[in-house]
């Protein structure tokens, strides 16, 4: 079946670091990969995303590529800030006709210190 | 633009009741998607309503049920519920087409008592 998984938190970096979080997934043919912000009390927010295989997704310094290899999505930062603490979710989408189907990983808490 | 509303923020009902979400989508958009997220994990798809009708559904029972208006807007039914029911409901509205985003709204926490 089509799958997500990601790296467990809560992850606890200094303002600054580097920042990797990794989604690995399972799917049947060509999904869309996405990675998606929820800061606390609000909903889901997208951050950025790939349709196709060897895609970059980026937006605000964040940046993931799609590999089809080793089934993988990890998000990256070179540079956190505190602003950043929120959980992340990877998510697919099975049809790009259909985005609003999409099947997500568990989350992974980020928490910047200054 | 209000982007996606939903209502109530929050609410709490006792194990056996039945409840009703609301969301009103995204000016212009025409498909909704509710999801379900427990504490501590990711949001799972419960159904997708477009043109009026439910298109897809995940692996929920029956007593998830819905509705889609003909201004897009929809609700999401519960009955006989229990303590498991217990999540942040979300709402995703999306405009049909090739690679377009879903924008989700802030939820509706629901607590089964």
């Known amino acids: 079946g089509n799958s997500v998984t990601q790296m467990e938190g809560p992850v606890t970096l200094s303002e600054e670091a580097f920042l990797t979080i990794n989604c690995t997934y399972t799917?049947?043919?060509?999904?869309?990969l996405f990675w998606y912000v929820q800061y606390p009390g609000e909903g889901l927010q997208l951050l950025l995303k790939?349709?196709?295989?060897?895609d970059k997704g980026s937006n605000k310094g964040f940046e993931a590529t799609y590999r089809k290899e080793t089934t993988s999505f990890h998000l990256e930062k070179g540079s956190v800030q505190v602003s950043d603490s929120a959980v992340y979710f990877c998510?697919?989408?099975?049809?790009?006709?259909?985005?609003?189907?999409?099947?997500f990983g568990q989350g992974t808490t980020l928490q910047v210190k200054p | 633009d209000a982007g996606v509303t939903q209502s109530p923020t929050h609410l709490i009902k006792t194990r056996g009741q039945q409840v009703t979400l609301r969301c009103s989508p995204k000016s212009g958009h025409d498909t909704v998607s509710w999801y379900q997220q427990a504490l501590g994990q990711g949001p799972q798809f419960i159904f997708q309503y477009y043109e009026e009708e439910e298109r897809q559904r995940g692996n929920f029972p029956d007593r998830f049920s819905g509705h889609q208006f003909p201004n897009y807007s929809s609700e999401l039914n519960v009955n006989a519920l229990l303590l498991g029911d217990s999540a942040l409901y979300l709402c995703a509205s999306i405009l049909t087409g090739r690679n377009t985003e879903a924008f989700f709204g802030q939820g509706t926490r629901l607590t089964v008592v």
């Open positions: 799917a049947t043919g060509y999904p869309s």
């Open positions: 998510a697919l989408g099975i049809s790009s006709s259909n985005t609003g189907k999409l099947i």
């Open positions: 790939a349709t196709k295989a060897d």
